[in-house]
């Protein structure tokens, strides 16, 4: 069956003592190709995408890159955007719910 899986992640990536999301991309054919590992995800993601947190506008406000996410055809900023609710709702989960 294919796969499509997201995988996120909160860090300081450009150490400024705030916490961007990253997030990443996996796509998994069916049948998985040839470059893939027989029973897992592909070992690296088809794209990466960081969302910026804008302290002076109290939130997430620009993205890394420019990835088509929306299934359009080609990058628009409501890709950006869709990455930007994602990001935002994300921020909100905390990982203390599952310790
Ligand atoms: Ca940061």
Known sequence: MAAFEIRM???DID???L???LIEFYYRADPPSQSEPPNGTADFPQSVS???YSPTEG???KVSG???VGGAQGYSVEDD???IDLA???SKLSADAFK
């Open 50 to 52: 960081i969302v910026y």
């Open 19 to 21: 916490d961007e999301v």
């Open 59 to 61: 939130r997430f406000n």
């Open 81 to 83: 955007q869709l990455l």
């Open 15 to 17: 150490e400024d003592s």
């Open 88 to 90: 935002t709702a994300f």
């Open 9 to 11: 992640m909160k860090e």
């Open 66 to 68: 420019r990835t088509d």
